[in-house]
Nanobody, 126 residues
Framework: QVQLVESGGGLVQAGDSLRISCVAS????????MCWFRQAPGKEREFVAG???????DYADSVKGRFTVSRDNAKNTVYLQMNSLKPEDTAVYYC????????????????????WGEGTQVTVSS
């Protein structure tokens, strides 16, 4: 059974940077697409960024050019580097692992992911 644990969230000011991490266990991490979603109060969970097993990436338009997703397969860890943070980036950030083994596709729908972490809170003050 896959377990995902996020860390690194916190309170920052607008314009600051923050890196959050997600450590996976219980599955061959390197063989699956990994993704970040976020959910703000009163809003639906939304796709942020994803990375395939070979390093292909995809980003939501709202974060493109500011956020960078990466992975270290030796450490079973996926990262989200967030720069030029804005108050509208405030949310709980979740990592997730794809259902499909060996896929080279980053799906943007949450139903494509079958394991989720508990989330880490990111708060950006203006």
């Amino acid at each position: 059974q896959v377990q995902l644990v996020e860390s690194g969230g916190g309170l920052v000011q607008a314009g600051d940077s923050l890196r959050i991490s997600c450590v996976a266990s219980g599955r061959t991490f390197a063989s699956y697409t990994m993704c970040w979603f976020r959910q703000a109060p009163g809003k639906e969970r939304e796709f942020v960024a994803g990375i395939t097993r070979s390093g292909g990436t995809d980003y939501a338009d709202s974060v493109k050019g500011r956020f960078t997703v990466s992975r270290d397969n030796a450490k079973n860890t996926v990262y989200l580097q967030m720069n030029s943070l804005k108050p509208e980036d405030t949310a709980v950030y979740y990592c997730a692992t794809a259902r499909t083994y060996n896929s080279e596709y980053v799906a943007r729908l949450s139903v494509s992911y079958n394991a989720w972490g508990e989330g880490t809170q990111v708060t950006v003050s203006s």
